[in-house]
């Protein structure tokens, strides 16, 4: 649901824009600083259409977003003290976002060389370039979303991550719309030069107010609450999703990693089934070996455990385990999964499924209520399954065809 910019916001907004454009010196003064300190480019962009009606320009937007992006650099000065620790998670993230902006900036410069008819082959081989270097940097954002987010929900830090979440989703829009107006540049659409150029100032605008944010409220207050430990066993799982690759790895460089230890299963240790006996060895394997991810929600809405196959479709780290399923969601859906969860407990129904298009792949989405042999809700398992090649099938192939 798109917000209702107040009459005042909005007429606040064309004044400054029509003064940016008029070179107005009264745009400098403490006014207009106070006015763009409590700008958030994420209320324009979401009243974005409703602008336009009002008579909003791509030139206009591209005027407000640049003053915006000024004003930005203006107030980031005192970040350096984050910067120096080399190899700590929050000094990764730190590193990411001043390389996203540099390239998404130097993106915005060719997009607007080729506008105005001055561009080059080097401009346009790095608009080419950008929509791959949108889908690394994804990991930057699955990183906080999966392990820095769930530990700020164990010391009771929920709202800052809930609302960084749904920054992210709205980054991702912006994103994917600048990957469509490029592939229409390289068909020869006229107009998407001068629109991608706008684009790009908007996101922008959006990526510096939002990392803003990340530096000097979030950040901060993981520093606060979390132990070294913890940012131990963070730092791995970092790892195990990826550092994105436009930003050096620093092994152990100020920040030691500790290494857990191997898990020792013994024959007392199995598990005594109905239909058999298994180690707890065995059941990971088991479970790891089939071509499923699979996600088991406990009674309590909280996440008991995943499987981790050699090939997963989504990104899951340690940090979940414990969480609230409800945060396990972008907030725009979390009612939608809180509705699944209640049906499952009433039992008004005994399955849901979605399926989606991923990365040039069909995902098959599939949630079923878990009950004791008494009836009793005992939780919720999701099952995720790549069924781009099953749905290609065709005819039969028997055991003996294998001769």
């Known amino acids: 649901m798109s917000i209702e910019l107040g009459d005042d916001l909005k007429a606040r907004l064309k004044a400054l824009v029509r003064q940016l454009k008029e070179g107005s010196q009264d745009v400098r003064e403490s006014t207009y600083r106070r006015f763009m300190e409590a700008l958030d480019p994420f209320e324009v962009e979401e009243a974005e259409e409703q602008l336009a009606k009002e008579g909003w320009t791509n030139d206009d937007m591209m005027v407000l977003c640049d003053a915006h992006v ?79 987010f769930p530990y700020l929900e164990r010391h009771g830090i929920t709202g800052p991550p809930a609302r960084m979440w749904a920054e992210h989703d709205v980054l991702r829009r912006k994103e994917k719309e600048i990957a469509a107006l490029i592939d229409g540049m390289a068909e020869g659409q006229e107009a998407s030069a001068e629109r991608l150029t706008c684009s790009l100032s908007q996101l922008l605008s959006l990526l510096n107010a939002h990392f803003y944010k990340e530096n000097h409220v979030l950040f901060p207050q993981a520093l606060n609450v979390i132990d070294v430990l913890e940012w131990n066993d963070m730092r791995r799982q970092f790892d195990d999703i990826g550092c994105c690759s436009f930003v050096p790895h620093h092994a152990q460089v100020g920040f030691r990693t500790i290494v857990p230890g191997e898990a020792k299963v013994t024959t007392q240790g199995e598990i005594a089934l109905p239909t058999g006996r298994l180690s707890a060895e065995e059941a990971e394997m088991l479970l790891n070996a089939l071509p499923l991810e699979i996600t088991y929600v406990g009674e309590d809405d909280r996440v008991r455990y995943f499987s981790t196959p050699a090939e997963r479709l989504f990104v899951r780290s340690e940090a979940i385990i414990g969480r609230q399923v409800q945060n396990c969601h972008p907030k725009k859906s979390v009612h939608i999964v809180q509705r699944i969860v209640e049906d499952f407990r ?30 009793n809700y005992r939780g919720v398992v999701e099952v995720v399954q790549d069924v781009t090649g099953i749905r290609e099938l065709e005819g039969e192939k028997r055991l003996l065809d294998e001769e």
Do not use: C
């Open 70 to 148: 000024r004003y930005m650099a203006d107030i980031t000065e005192d970040e350096e003290a984050l910067l120096e620790l080399p190899g700590h998670p929050i000094h990764t993230l730190m590193e990411e976002h001043v390389q996203i902006l540099v390239n998404v900036g130097e993106a915005r410069g060719s997009a607007m060389r080729l506008a105005g008819g001055q561009g080059g082959r080097a401009d346009e081989e790095r608009l080419k370039a950008l929509p791959a270097f949108f889908e690394e940097a994804q990991k930057h954002f699955q990183r906080e979303e999966n392990v820095l």
């Open 346 to 375: 009433s039992g008004a129904r005994d399955q849901a499924e979605f399926w989606i298009d991923m990365a040039g792949k069909k995902v098959h989405i599939r949630f079923f209520p878990l009950r004791d042999r008494s009836g």
